[in-house]
């Protein structure tokens, strides 16, 4: 009997095996022939409303409205299909001799949205800002419109115009502008600065081609004029090139370390980007500085530091752009661009933040001395991470700096009274271009950063109103703040470029200040992290003890 049991059992083991095989065969099969049944379904629904509709209908405009309602049934305003028309044009207008506007966007809820307009460019100097929507190109609207799209409009030869209209939180009618198209060449470091006590900062732009080597130069430029620590500024830095990015965070981490890994459905779609040598400057205490509006490649590059307890992240929230694209070839020379995966730090966070959708987005903003909106307060729900060295962080969408600083804001009067001069905000901008002009004639051997007077104010004033911006006289009072500042910041642009700007700003700008401060007292990377962590123990029990509440900054004078 023990024998012809054993015999027996793995004969019903393969008879079972058989009934199962092929009942999963079947399963596969009736499942094939469900989705091609549905696409049988689809193709005679549409033949027939072409056919036999009451009104005409073309079949070419049914299969289209079919293929844009998969995409929008996505919810992902990177995923789109483009015509082989649309793809054309993109690439020409993207490789051949064109030229654009100077705006950096990304999708936000229904609209494109400018994330930063580029010093100097054409979007600049009309008084285009971060945070302002395009409702419409050229008389059509721009809602639903993804980036790409946004950009074939926007782009064409030099010296071409084209008519924008933008909508700006605050201001209930849409402004329209008209830009004439220029060529636009930015530099990944447009400048650098040295502070006492041997701080150095490099502000980077762009991930260009040359983001690395001009970085590189850069940081050994400062440390042979006496710099010993170093701050990498990245705010309003859209993102830009990939291998850039990898290649920048190589210039501070060792060899072979994880700098960001994407994870799709597929094995095809999870890659591991990894440093390919050895760091250039190791041991250089490093602060990073980040905003809402640094993203893509400035969030694989803040968040590899951070994880890797290379850089003490200050600052804002990061943009949370977090999506991997990737182009299919389709028949008749369509393309498809669908997103296959998300990108994650080193310790597994996911870069891509939950967007809001709506006029939502702009519920808890409040604008700043600089004219950018920035967020009153982080995400609550945000989930617990540790750096590879143990230190907290948080995930959930974005890079989560390890200390938030925000910027100077303004009051409510303040913002009231602004957005009303924003209501005319090209002949506010042209007015201020016109006498940073004038003022610097006159005076043409004043030191850029320089402050104006109370006199020099009311002659403002006075262009204002020869220039047709309509405004009331107490309106103009309670945004004197905002008015000396942009007119102070627009004649240190114009006299000395980048760098006069940034000495202008750099007095209201209280996350530079706290990164100054904090590398000054710092001799190495973890007395950076040490300092950090015992001020915000300090200030957890400060309230009760009538201190400084956790959060706040030091001012303008820490420089």
Known sequence: MPSSRSLLAPGLILAAALLCGGWFLQQGIAQD?????????LEEVLDRVAGD????????????TAIDAVIDELDDPNTEFLSAYEWSNLRIRTDGEYAGVGLEIARQG??????????????????????????EVEGESARGWNPDRAVMSLRGRP??????????????????????????QVLSVPFTHLFEDGVGYVPLRVFSESAREELEGAIEALIADGATRMILDLRGNPGGLLDQGVALADL???????????????SSQNSVLRTPGGESFPGLPLVVLIDGRSASASEIVAGALQDHDRALVLGATSFGKGLVQTLYRLS?????KLTTARWYTPSGRSIQKARVRGDSAFDDVVLTLAG???QRSDAEDRQPYRSFGGRSLLGGGGITPDLRVLPDTLTDAEETAVLRLWRQARGFSNALFEFAVLYIQERPNLPPGSAIGDADLARFRQHLAERGVDAEAAALERAERFIRFQ???????????????FLRLMTADRALARAVELLARARSQQDLFDLVTAEESLASAAPAAGGIAQGDSPGPGSF
């Open 332 to 336: 008749g020379g369509n393309m498809l």
């Open 372 to 374: 950018n909106w920035v």
């Open 159 to 184: 010296g071409t115009e084209v008519n924008v209209t933008i909508g700006r939180p605050g201001i209930e009618e849409p402004i329209p502008f008209t830009l004439e198209r220029a060529t636009v």
């Open 487 to 501: 007119l102070e910041r627009e004649i240190a642009l114009r006299r000395a470029g980048a760098e006069g700007e």
């Open 53 to 64: 509709f009451v009104d005409p209908v073309e079949l070419n405009e049914l299969y289209g």
């Open 252 to 266: 501070f981490l060792g060899e072979e370390l994880t700098v960001a890994e994407t994870r799709g459905r597929t």
């Open 33 to 41: 022939r469900n989705v091609y049944f549905q696409a049988r379904l």
């Open 110 to 135: 229904d609209w494109v949205t400018v994330m930063s307009a580029l010093p100097g460019t054409p979007g600049e100097r009309a008084g285009i800002r971060a945070g302002d929507r395009i409702v």
